[in-house]
């Protein structure tokens, strides 16, 4: 039997225990409420199962000081004794018959989820449970926990009642499971697939077709639930809901009332605003991760958010998840005797805190503690002028355009340093504008509301606790101090995790000079460290190596003409490089047709051959050696001719170039087979380390173009080695090495002089090449 102020003897279902508001329910109902039974609802996910969740959640924070309390033993005979763990699903559970309050809280809460998920999980999932437990026979006090933004979007006061709408929510809900299979068919019409696949081509074609390919799919997905995504809020708002999450949340109130309230069992709706860290328990300041208020303040600490789409006078209806917890647990100990029971836990009617406030009191908190820049200082808080939404709108797009064109312009550049540093601080740049642009989209409309939740039952129900359980489990919202609250404890508390990630950002993680190479590598012989040719170990590329052989074969007179041929076919080659690789070189070596090959091989290995070993960067000759000194077995891999990279063959385990064909010793200017680049590699390299027993996951590989991306994506450890501007800002996501290594040599033409000047007789020698 439950008394007025207590749950003694009860036995009590909470739904959502692993959540934010679960978690703290749950610590609340075994710190504070010894007589009660919990019996938890916790699916199993990401391979571990209900109960082991259960082990890892009394792990965290929000136990912290119950554990110290009772000690890690005492802590788990609670457990033992009070707590029955059920598994599974909201719409698959089998629940105990003998329940006196079920505490439901289990939600999909993203506000723009695709809508069949949405729908799943606060429709469907809130039918099967209140269809579970009548079929179970019993009749549990439900309280129900909705949200004070049920109520759509409106202007003025809403009251703690029944909300008035005629959605009929089982339409609403085929409609929305059905949305999934219309739009997955919709994705595989040619003119969807053809868009998908010219993006993924304009990115990719360097590094080949599979690659494109798999883009194309990864965009047609994204696609699929940009467009579920799409149908949710779009609906919400045809109804007058924000998002899909406020419509779905409020058709589970009309699920509740219809299958449970008004067949005369006890339900109590609790609608709590927006849920923030503890006021005083379990401890000031705790919270689960960052809630809905807390990115907004963190960007705006990180000085990312100059304006926001929000009006000063709006109201912020913040809540402590302490309060939250107790007027849930209040409710659950009174039974609703006629009529569903309704109760906004929100401070907006009693204790309004105006958005103007809340950027002024966290303003003067990143003033006096300010967010460190990584090496650069501190951020200085902006300051809002709040010119109203449209003007962030154009502020916004303004912003994005000219980020798309410098992006554009960067990835043109040569690789250099200074470029790299661009794109490094264009790539935040970019993501700020992103988070800004999901804040406007997400939060814009709840800083804009000019809505107020009425709290009368609650300060009634607040009113209604004996005093000295009032001072331990009030929730009365006019106790908050706005000022002590945002700024001694709520601030401190979420800023907490990302100062210590800036520090920890702060010491440098990719290797460069010094930095990650020089850490010891592990030996083993099981492992192979292949290497990119040219760009990433010798600083040059094929049509230096061309002119390197062509020029020495020809007299000093007529090398103004060979660099105007070149030049004239220069826009061919670089349209050839654009699209493939493999095409560049196919176009690029039909200028050695009719030269000799046992005179182009001489010429390599008597002359040549010193200049190209001098011209390997001497941080690649060092990394190399510490390669094979660990065992690992080093491969060199090159769409270069094998007749150039021959002198190279003594760095390397193997050597992979491409062969040209030759008939009666000349070079018909034709490959013997398909040049060695893009996603050939990685298949060459998956097969060659099956057939000698490599593990590629523990294997490297270095290269600097970004059509060697699938060769770095075969290897568990890919190093982007002088990236060029694409490969560049792949490696920064995927958080790659990136080395940067110097050449040691000068340039291509002052080898090529000194060669040429110190061994004229090699260049006399060769007179065949023809372009
Ligand atoms: N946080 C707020 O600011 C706020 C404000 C107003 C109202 N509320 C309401 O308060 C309740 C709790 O919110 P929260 O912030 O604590 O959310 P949360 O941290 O995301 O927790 C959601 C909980 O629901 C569980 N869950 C979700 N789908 C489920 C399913 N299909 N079957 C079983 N369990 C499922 C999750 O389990 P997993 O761990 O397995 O995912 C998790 O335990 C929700 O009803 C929400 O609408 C929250």
Redesign the pocket.
């Known amino acids: 039997m439950i008394t007025d102020d207590e749950l003694a003897g009860s036995h009590v279902l909470l739904?959502?225990?692993?959540?934010?508001?679960?978690q703290a329910t749950l610590e609340r109902l075994l710190s504070s409420y010894p007589d009660t039974r919990v019996s938890v609802?916790?699916?199993p996910?990401a391979g571990r199962c209900a109960a082991d969740?259960l082990t890892a959640l009394l792990r965290k924070n929000v136990f912290r000081s119950l554990g110290e309390r009772l000690g890690e033993e005492g802590l788990a005979s609670v457990v033992r004794d009070r707590v029955t763990v059920i598994e599974?699903?909201?719409?698959s559970i089998t629940l105990p018959a003998d329940l006196d309050v079920v505490i439901h809280?289990?939600?999909?809460?993203s506000f723009d989820p695709p809508v069949d998920e949405a729908f799943?999980?606060n429709v469907a999932?809130v039918a099967a449970l209140y269809e579970g437990l009548a079929a179970v026979g019993s009749s549990p006090h439900v309280v129900h926990?909705?949200?004070?933004?049920v109520a759509g979007t409106r202007k003025g006061l809403v009251a703690e009642s029944a909300l008035d709408h005629e959605v009929d929510w089982r339409l609403e809900l085929e409609m929305a499971l059905a949305a999934r299979a219309d739009v997955e068919r919709d994705s595989r019409r040619p003119e969807v697939l053809q868009r998908t696949l010219a993006q993924a081509a304009e990115q990719h074609a360097k590094a080949g077709p599979q690659s494109t390919a798999t883009d194309a799919e990864r965009l047609r997905t994204e696609w699929v639930t940009r467009r579920l995504v799409d149908y949710g809020r779009t609906r919400a708002r045809s109804l007058g809901w924000p998002d899909v999450?406020t419509l779905t949340?409020a058709l589970g109130e009309r699920v509740a009332e219809q299958l449970w309230a008004h067949a005369g069992r006890p339900l109590s709706v609790v609608?709590?605003?927006?849920?923030?860290s503890a006021l005083r328990h379990p401890y000031p300041g705790w919270i689960?991760g960052f809630?809905?208020a807390d990115p907004l303040i963190i960007a705006f600490g990180r000085g990312v958010l100059r304006e926001f789409p929000g009006l000063p006078d709006s109201v912020l209806d913040v809540i402590p998840v302490d309060l939250v917890v107790n007027a849930i647990l209040a409710a659950a100990a009174r039974f609703p005797v006629t009529a569903p029971a309704y109760l906004h836990v929100s401070s907006g009617a009693s204790n309004p805190l105006t958005f103007q406030n809340m950027y002024m009191l966290c303003r003067e908190y990143f003033h006096n503690n300010p967010m460190p820049l990584a090496d650069r200082g501190h951020v200085d808080p902006p300051s809002w002028r709040f010119p109203g939404s449209q003007q962030v709108e154009l502020m916004l797009r303004a912003g994005e355009r000219a980020a798309a064109l410098a992006e554009r312009l960067l990835l043109a550049l040569p690789p250099s340093k200074r470029s790299q540093d661009w794109l490094t601080s264009l790539g935040r740049h970019q993501q700020d504008l992103v988070q800004l642009r999901e804040y406007a989209d997400l939060y814009g409309v709840y800083a804009r509301a000019e809505v107020i939740y009425d709290d009368r039952r609650l300060r009634e129900l607040h009113a209604s606790l004996p005093t000295q359980r009032a001072a331990e489990h009030g929730f009365d919202p006019t106790a908050i101090d706005w000022r002590a609250y945002l700024q001694d404890v709520h601030c401190p508390s979420i800023t907490a995790t990302v100062r210590r990630a800036g520090q920890r950002r702060a010491v440098p993680t990719a290797g460069g000079r010094g930095g990650r190479q020089s850490l010891p590598l592990p030996e083993r012989t099981d492992v192979a460290a292949v290497f990119d040719l040219e760009g990433t170990i010798v600083a040059s590329n094929v049509v230096e190596s061309y002119l390197w052989a062509r020029l020495a074969t020809l007299p000093r007179s007529s090398w103004l003409g060979e660099l105007a041929d070149l030049a004239r076919c220069a826009p061919r080659y670089l349209y050839a490089e654009r699209r493939d690789r493999g095409e560049l070189l196919r176009a690029f070596l039909r200028r050695y047709a009719g030269a000799r090959a046992d005179e182009l091989r001489a010429l390599t290995t008597e002359a040549l051959g010193d200049a190209l070993l001098h011209r390997v960067m001497p941080e690649a000759t060092r990394q190399i050696r510490r390669h094979r000194e660990a065992g690992h077995r080093t491969v060199l891999i090159t769409g270069a001719v094998d007749l150039h990279v021959e002198p190279l063959s003594v760095l390397f385990d193997e050597v992979v170039a491409s062969r040209m064909h030759a008939t009666g010793g000349v070079l018909t200017g034709f490959l013997e087979a398909p040049p060695m680049v893009d996603e050939a590699r990685a298949a060459w390299l998956q097969q060659y380390a099956q057939r000698h027993g490599l593990q590629l996951d523990r294997s490297y590989a270095y290269a600097d173009s970004y059509s060697d991306r699938p060769l770095l994506e075969a290897v568990g450890h890919p190093h982007a080695v002088n990236p060029d501007a694409q490969l560049f800002r792949h490696a920064r996501r995927q958080r790659w090495v990136v080395h940067r290594w110097g050449a040691h040599t000068g340039g291509l033409l002052e080898v090529m002089l000194d060669v040429i000047g110190t061994d004229t007789t090699a260049g006399a020698r060769i007179r065949g090449a023809k372009r």
């Not at 739904?15 to 934010?20: E, K, Y």
């Not at 809280?105 to 809460?109: H, K, R």
């Open positions: 739904t959502g225990a692993t959540g934010f508001l679960g609802l916790i699916r996910r969740r599974g699903d909201l719409d809280g289990a939600s999909a809460v799943r999980t999932g926990v909705s949200t004070a933004y999450y949340k609608r709590p605003a927006i849920v923030e689960d809630k809905m």
